[in-house]
């Protein structure tokens, strides 16, 4: 069943009723926020839920929330599973500031929220699983200018506004610039995290700047990708520019194969699973971590779920490493 299909199924289910104490033989109610699926990468994040060993085993009752990129409709989502008697509930907020109003809601309710994937301030999380994005936003920008050898000039394309992952992966682009400082930013806009809108956002600026465009940032592979498909719609060579992207999607992993841009593999199925365990954590606490996420990142603990912020490391795509990758997705 697909996330949507899930969330299209069980969220006029009949709920516990806010407060209810949860008994140790009925399944754990969670409900995974994600702040849109139309995308690979969150699809990837919410099915890795799914696969979860006690959502299989039955002892968590899932539900995927698609937020359709809506900090409004995620607010009202929050307030259904409220209404509904959710258990806890596993957050990828569309927006860093909006969200902490849906996180105090379920707070005041009594239901634990982990973060996960994408920041929210608020200190009312119980924790939040997720990777650095300053680092994420540094790595992907140095593969771009080491390309360039610190010469020429860029276009960054940007995530949505206001979301953790825009802000924070600019602060590592910016830190990376920093480091050439002869490389000069020509264009910066957002695309939204769509293919579709860097693609003609890369168009414009084609158009206006052509060969002076060096190197694409794209903040997200989905953007990175919009931009390649827009260099070969205006028949120039991808091999003249620099391109990087972040998230290590289906597509990315393939065009790092081919040699046309560089990815950062961000590990959303470690996210989605730590997340869940966490929360599982938070409603039973005698619980013990059903996931293989903590064996696998042995340099992320579980330390009995207590840590306020777990974070998941990142890994650049290589020629090396691109075809295990690859194969993790057939």
Not at 240 to 268: H, P, R, W, Y
Not at 295 to 311: I, L, R, S, T, V
Request: with cysteine; aromatic share 6%.
């Amino acid at each position: 069943m697909t996330p949507k299909m899930m969330m299209t199924a069980s969220v006029f289910a009949l709920g516990l009723g806010a407060g209810a104490v949860q008994a140790q033989d009925d399944p754990i109610k969670i409900g995974m926020a994600a702040y849109g699926l139309n995308a690979e990468f969150m699809q990837l994040w919410s099915a890795a839920g799914q696969k979860h060993p006690a959502v299989q085993s039955g002892m968590v009752e899932l539900t995927i929330f698609d937020g359709r990129y809506d900090a409004l409709v995620q607010q009202d989502q929050f307030e259904t599973m409220i209404t509904q008697g959710y258990d806890a509930i596993v957050f990828a907020p569309m927006d860093v500031e909006a969200g902490a109003t849906a996180v105090q809601l379920a707070v005041d309710a009594g239901i634990p929220v982990v973060g996960s994937n994408a920041r929210v301030n608020s200190d009312q999380l119980t924790s939040y699983v997720g990777s650095n994005d300053v680092e994420a936003g540094y790595l992907e920008a140095k593969a771009v200018l080491d390309k360039m050898n610190c010469e020429g000039d860029v276009v960054i394309i940007e995530g949505p506004i206001g979301q953790s992952g825009e802000i924070q992966r600019g602060e590592g682009n910016e830190k990376a610039l920093a480091e050439c400082p002869n490389v000069k930013i020509l264009e910066r806009q957002t695309a939204n995290w769509s293919r579709a809108e860097a693609q003609s956002l890369m168009e414009n600026w084609l158009t206006s700047h052509g060969n002076d465009i060096k190197g694409v940032i794209g903040q997200n592979d989905e953007m990175a990708l919009g931009a390649i498909e827009a260099i070969r719609a205006a028949g120039m060579d991808v091999s003249d520019f620099a391109i990087a992207g972040v998230d290590g999607v289906t597509d990315a992993l393939n065009a790092v194969k081919e040699g046309s841009m560089d990815s950062i593999l961000q590990d959303g199925e470690a996210q989605a699973l730590g997340a869940i365990d966490v929360a599982i954590k938070a409603v039973r606490p005698d619980y013990e971590p059903m996931s293989g996420i903590w064996e696998q990142y042995p340099d992320m603990p579980w330390n009995d779920g207590a840590d306020g912020e777990y974070n998941v490391p990142w890994t650049p795509v290589t020629a090396e490493n691109v075809d295990a990758l690859l194969a993790t997705r057939q």
